[in-house]
Nanobody, 125 residues
Framework: QVQLVESGGGLVQAGGSLRLSCAASVRTFSSYAMGWFRQAPGKEREFVAAISWSGGNTYYADSVKGRFTISRDNAKNTVYLQMNSLKPEDTAVYYC??????????????????WGQGTQVTVSS
């Protein structure tokens, strides 16, 4: 079945950058919308960014818009999250998710079918 593996997390100072990667073990990667979510200790999981399977449209939470960029390389079955100008409040476990032919409300975690194990991002002040 579909398996997602995140990588690229780590410790970075405020203002720095990280690029997260999510590799998917699926032959029909282009049929899945891909999203990034994050969860900080004691807080609810929140939407970060998503990219459509059908048209390459991207969506971002207001909190990361202008700082984060989501992209995908269908030839490599990989989705990326480039994170710039990181802030301490970005500290969280970041999860990638795949939604089969998902086109609407990609900001809702319940609409996704598969999830990765998460990668820790820590931003120090």
């Amino acid at each position: 079945q579909v398996q997602l593996v995140e990588s690229g997390g780590g410790l970075v100072q405020a203002g720095g950058s990280l690029r997260l990667s999510c590799a998917a073990s699926v032959r029909t990667f282009s049929s899945y919308a891909m999203g990034w979510f994050r969860q900080a200790p004691g807080k609810e999981r929140e939407f970060v960014a998503a990219i459509s399977w059908s048209g390459g449209n991207t969506y971002y939470a207001d909190s990361v818009k202008g700082r984060f960029t989501i992209s995908r390389d269908n030839a490599k079955n990989t989705v990326y999250l480039q994170m710039n100008s990181l802030k301490p409040e970005d500290t969280a476990v970041y999860y990638c998710a795949a939604g089969f032919k998902l086109e609407r409300r990609m900001d809702l975690s319940l609409n996704y079918d598969y999830w990765g194990q998460g990668t820790q991002v820590t931003v120090s002040s």
